[in-house]
C-alpha cells in the first residue's frame, strides 16, 4: 500500500497556465500540413488554419504558443513573412530538410492562429543572424499603436491595431545552432539586444526570456546570469522575466536515437529513468539562479522538452516525424508532474512539437487528424491551469530491469483550484503491477470524487487508421475514507482525481 498525504491548507506556488505551453517551428509538417493550410485548401480551414487541429487545440486549452523557433528563429527575417504572399521572399530551411520555405506562414498569420486558439504568444527573434535594428523593428511592427514607419507598414499589410507580445525570446540555443557562442559573450548580447525590445504600451509588458542551458550545462546559466545582473539593481532582476533550458528524452545516443514504436521493457525503463534526469536539471539550475534571484523574479522556461526519436521509417529525416505511444503519455505526465511541484521556479514549458514534429498532441495526413496519447495526457492535466499547487508526499518504491534504469514507480502531483476542488494527478511507469494508494487528505474531506484515466499497453498508439486506441476513460476506482480516499493505480497509466 503506498501513502500518499496532501495537506489542503498548505498552498506553496501558483502552478502557471503556461507550463502546458506548446512548441511550434518552421520545421517538416508541423506549420505547413499541420497548423496551417492555406485559405485556397480543400481541407475545411479558417484564414487558412486548420478547423479541425484549431478545435482540438481550443479543447485541451493550449495557453500558450511559441514561434518560429527553435533554430529556425536564428536565421528567420521576419520582413520575409508579411505583405503580398505572391512577392514573399522564398527561401532554403537550412536546418530542417533543406525544403523550400515560401514564408506563407509569417507574422500576421501567427498572430491569427494564436487568436483563434484563444492563447498567449510567445515569440523567439532572432539574435544568431539578425540584428538588433531588425529585433527592435519587428517589436514595433507587431505591438506600436501610433504613426512610426513599422506602425504603418503594419496598417498596409492589413493590420491597423497593434498585437499583444506577452513573451519574447531573444535568440534561441545561441550556444549551438544560434551562434555557438559563449556565456558571457551571450549575456552581454542579450543585454544590448533586449534593451530594444521596448514596451510600446505600457499596459502591457512584454515578458523577456534569455537564452539558457542545453540539458546540464551549468556554466552556461552561471555565466549568464552572473553577465546579466552585473552593474543592475535588483528591480531589473538582469534585465530578464525568464531564462530557458532545453532537455530532450533520447532513449539511446544522438546517432541512434532508437524507435518510437519499436521498443522493449528495458528500453522502456531507460525513457523513464532519462525522462526524469529532468527534475535534476531543474533543482541544479535553480540553486544557480538562487544565488542571483533568490526572490524567484526570473522564471525558467523550459521552452523545448519532450520525447526525440529516429524518425518514422521513410519520411524526411529533417522533419522529425515520429509516432506516440503509451510511453510517451507517460513521459508527458512525469514532466507536468514535475513542472507542477517546481512551480515556484518553472513559470512555462512548451513541449516540442505541436503537429507532426517530435513528442506533438496531433498527427495529421491530408485531411485525416490524429489525437496522439500525450494530447490526452494535456487533456487530463488542464485542470492544474492557475491553481495554487499543495504540499504532497508519495511513497515509491524502485521499478525497472537494470540496476541502472531502476526508477520510482508513481509520481504525484496535486493542486486546488479557485472553487475548492482538488486535483491529484499520479502517473504509473510499471509496466507490469498496479498499486493500492491510500490518500490521506489533511483540512479537506472528500464528498464528491470523480476520476479519469489514461492507460494501456507500452506500444499502444493512435493511428489513422485506429485513431482512438487510447483515449481518457472514466475511472470509478476511487473510494472515499475516513482520512481521505483510496484507489489502484493500473500499470501503465496516468490518472487524475477530482474531489470536491
Not at 534526469?277 to 544557480?288: G, K
Request: hydrophobic letters at 35%; one cysteine or more; charged letters at 25%.
Amino acid at each position: 500500500m503506498a501513502k500518499l498525504v496532501i495537506d489542503a491548507n498548505r498552498k506553496l506556488s501558483k502552478i502557471n497556465k503556461e507550463i502546458q505551453g506548446q512548441f511550434s517551428e518552421h520545421l517538416g509538417r508541423c506549420i505547413y500540413e499541420g497548423l496551417y493550410v492555406g485559405e485556397n485548401s480543400d481541407i475545411p480551414n479558417v484564414n487558412g488554419m486548420r478547423t479541425d487541429v484549431v478545435e482540438a487545440l481550443k479543447n485541451i486549452k493550449v495557453p500558450v504558443l511559441r514561434w518560429p523557433g527553435g533554430c529556425f528563429a536564428d536565421e528567420y527575417h521576419w520582413k520575409d513573412g508579411i505583405g503580398p504572399k505572391e512577392s514573399r521572399k522564398k527561401m532554403i530551411n537550412t536546418n530542417w530538410g533543406g525544403v523550400v520555405e515560401d514564408n506563407s506562414f509569417g507574422t500576421h498569420e501567427f498572430f491569427e492562429l494564436c487568436r483563434q486558439i484563444g492563447c498567449e504568444t510567445y515569440i523567439n527573434g532572432n539574435m544568431g543572424s539578425g540584428t538588433v535594428q531588425e529585433m527592435s523593428e519587428w517589436v514595433e511592427y507587431m505591438t506600436f499603436d501610433g504613426v512610426s514607419p513599422m506602425a504603418d507598414l503594419r496598417a498596409e499589410n492589413g493590420h491597423e491595431k497593434p498585437w499583444t507580445v506577452d513573451f519574447f525570446g531573444v535568440g534561441n540555443e545561441n550556444w549551438g545552432c544560434g551562434g555557438n557562442m559563449n556565456p558571457e559573450f551571450y549575456g552581454n548580447m542579450y543585454r544590448r539586444y533586449q534593451t530594444f525590445v521596448r514596451d510600446y504600451d505600457g499596459n502591457k509588458k512584454i515578458r523577456k526570456i534569455a537564452c539558457g542551458a542545453n540539458a546540464d550545462d551549468y556554466e552556461w546559466t552561471q555565466e549568464v546570469m552572473k553577465a546579466c545582473f552585473r552593474r543592475t539593481s535588483p528591480q531589473q532582476h538582469g534585465m530578464m522575466d525568464g531564462l530557458s533550458l532545453h532537455y530532450y528524452t533520447v532513449p539511446e545516443t544522438w546517432d541512434h536515437k532508437g524507435s518510437a514504436t519499436e521498443f522493449a521493457e528495458k528500453d522502456w525503463y531507460k525513457t523513464m529513468k532519462k525522462t526524469m534526469y529532468m527534475e535534476e536539471l531543474i533543482r541544479r539550475h535553480s540553486a544557480i539562479m538562487d544565488q542571483y534571484d533568490p526572490d524567484k523574479k526570473v522564471g525558467m522556461i523550459v521552452d523545448e522538452w519532450g520525447t526525440w526519436y529516429d524518425v518514422e521509417p521513410g519520411t524526411n529525416p529533417g522533419f522529425l516525424y515520429q509516432q506516440n505511444t503509451m510511453r510517451d503519455a507517460l513521459v508527458a505526465g512525469i514532466n507536468l508532474n514535475l513542472f507542477n511541484k517546481h512551480s515556484d521556479r518553472v513559470k512555462m514549458a512548451n513541449i516540442a512539437q505541436m503537429v507532426n514534429v517530435l513528442q506533438s498532441m496531433i498527427l495529421t495526413e491530408g485531411e485525416k487528424l490524429v489525437k496522439t496519447p500525450t494530447y490526452h495526457v494535456f487533456d487530463l492535466y488542464q485542470v492544474h491551469q492557475e491553481n495554487d499547487l499543495l504540499a504532497s508526499s508519495l511513497e515509491t518504491e524502485q521499478v525497472g530491469l537494470e540496476d541502472e534504469y531502476m526508477v520510482p514507480n508513481l509520481t504525484e502531483s496535486v493542486s486546488i483550484d479557485a472553487n475548492g476542488v482538488l486535483h491529484i494527478t499520479m502517473t504509473n511507469v510499471d509496466l507490469e503491477k498496479a498499486y493500492p494508494v491510500e490518500a490521506v487528505i489533511l483540512g479537506k474531506k472528500a464528498d464528491e470524487i470523480k476520476a479519469e484515466i489514461v492507460t494501456g499497453h507500452m506500444q499502444d498508439k493512435n493511428t489513422f487508421e485506429a485513431p482512438e486506441t487510447v483515449g481518457v476513460q472514466n475511472f470509478d476506482g476511487v473510494q472515499a475514507t475516513k482520512e481521505g480516499i483510496s484507489f489502484t493505480i493500473p500499470a501503465c497509466s496516468v490518472l487524475h482525481i477530482a474531489v470536491k
